[in-house]
């Protein structure tokens, strides 16, 4: 049995960082409240900062503890948070409960063997390694333990299928193109002075220093560009992450001391604000995402809707959704092919070619479409919750 009419959605997610999770649990609200559901995007807010940008749907910031330790601790803490939280019954009012990670995706696991909730939907971004077995368990008890299950790729989708008998609802991602659109709007020449960026091309890498991200390599493909396009530069940004990247970050920052490459060539932002994301986009030559994992990329979509070329992974999910003429390919695990294509991206005709095709690609992905995908699971959830 389905209920009918406006839902009361519960979207939580595992922090308000803007990594990529994050973006889609707020854009999948505000296309929910756009559609007259009543959604609600919660998360633990260990910086009682609120969420990176403000949204246009309800959101609610969960009180985070301090806390001790390893990135188990971390995620127990969390968890706790959010169970503390929803011991709230008034806070407990939703026709559905959604979590779209393992720290909220067990806090529900365990509201509903409490019998405190009904059910719960899981939406698998992507399934990481970990190397705290503990962490891993805790991971796939997040996903097991769900009721419903949606993927935002093809590859994922086809992934909890062989790998775990899990049936996913494919929901896909979108891209708010009245946002990242390719007209200029008057900040780009501030924001790149700020930045100091001043010489051509610049290769935009976004996801910050991590080994996922395949950050190490891009820095070695860039310093092979460098050989060829000496006035070049390359801008990576963000970063902002609730996991431990000491490790491969301390790995990064020693090749780059080591590099003889000119000061100034590599400008590590940090965290952008989102009113800048777009203009970042515009000011920059091409993106360079190599990832060696990625639950969907949107950074890629995001950076096609701006008019920019994209260097991405010939792998899934990538392939899925792109094709030969959409960006120019890489091996992430070749610095040599990362080189070559960063090059080639930037060549005429192929970057005006693909300056063009990047916001047809684009408009093919938007959020109201992801949104009503995820309708038929809510209704059926929310009966079981009022049964």
């Known amino acids: 049995m389905n209920i009918t009419g406006p839902l009361r959605i519960a979207i939580l997610t595992h922090s308000t960082n803007p990594r990529g999770g994050v973006v889609h649990a707020l854009a999948l609200g505000e296309a929910l409240t756009a559609l007259g559901h009543d959604a609600v995007v919660h ?42 939280y929803f011991g709230d019954h008034a806070r407990r009012r939703f026709d559905v409960f959604h979590a779209h990670d393992g720290i909220s995706g067990n806090a529900l696991a365990t509201l509903r063997r409490e019998r405190l909730i009904a059910s719960f939907a899981r939406t698998v971004h992507h399934v990481d390694s970990f190397e705290d077995p503990r962490v891993a368990a805790l991971q796939a008890r997040s996903i097991h333990g769900a009721d419903r299950h949606f993927a935002v790729s093809e590859h994922w989708r086809r992934k909890l299928d062989r790998d775990m008998g899990i049936a996913a609802t494919m929901v896909g991602n979108g891209v708010d193109t009245t946002f990242f659109q390719p007209e200029k709007d008057g900040t780009e020449s501030g924001l790149a002075r700020r930045l100091g960026l001043g010489r051509e091309p610049v290769f935009l890498s976004v996801g910050g220093v991590e080994e996922r991200k395949n950050t190490l390599r891009i820095l070695q493909a860039f310093s092979q560009v460098q050989t060829i396009l000496s006035d070049s530069q390359l801008v990576l940004a963000g970063g902002a992450s609730v996991l431990d990247h ?62 920019i070329p994209v260097i991405a992974s010939h792998i899934p999910p990538f392939t899925d959704y792109l094709t030969d003429g959409d960006v120019v390919w890489c091996d992430p695990m070749s610095t040599g092919s990362i080189a070559d294509a960063m090059i080639a991206a930037i060549r005429s005709p192929q970057r005006e070619r693909l300056a063009k095709r990047g916001p047809v690609v684009a408009a093919r992905h938007n959020w109201a479409d992801t949104a009503r995908a995820h309708l038929p699971v809510y209704r059926t959830l929310g009966a079981r919750q009022h049964a």
């Open 43 to 84: 998360a633990p807010d260990a910086k009682a900062a609120g969420f990176f940008r403000k949204a246009r749907c309800e959101t609610a910031c969960v009180p985070a503890s301090p806390f001790e330790g390893d990135i188990f601790g971390m995620v127990e803490t969390r968890i706790a948070d959010y169970l503390r």
């Open 246 to 307: 000491a490790a491969y970050q301390a790995e990064f920052r020693l090749a780059l001391d080591q590099s003889r490459m000119l000061p100034g060539s590599v400008v590590l932002t940090g965290p952008i604000p989102q009113a800048e994301m777009a203009a970042l986009y515009r000011i920059s030559s091409a993106l360079a995402f190599p990832s060696l994992k990625e639950g969907f990329g949107l950074a890629v979509i995001e950076a096609m809707a701006c008019g």
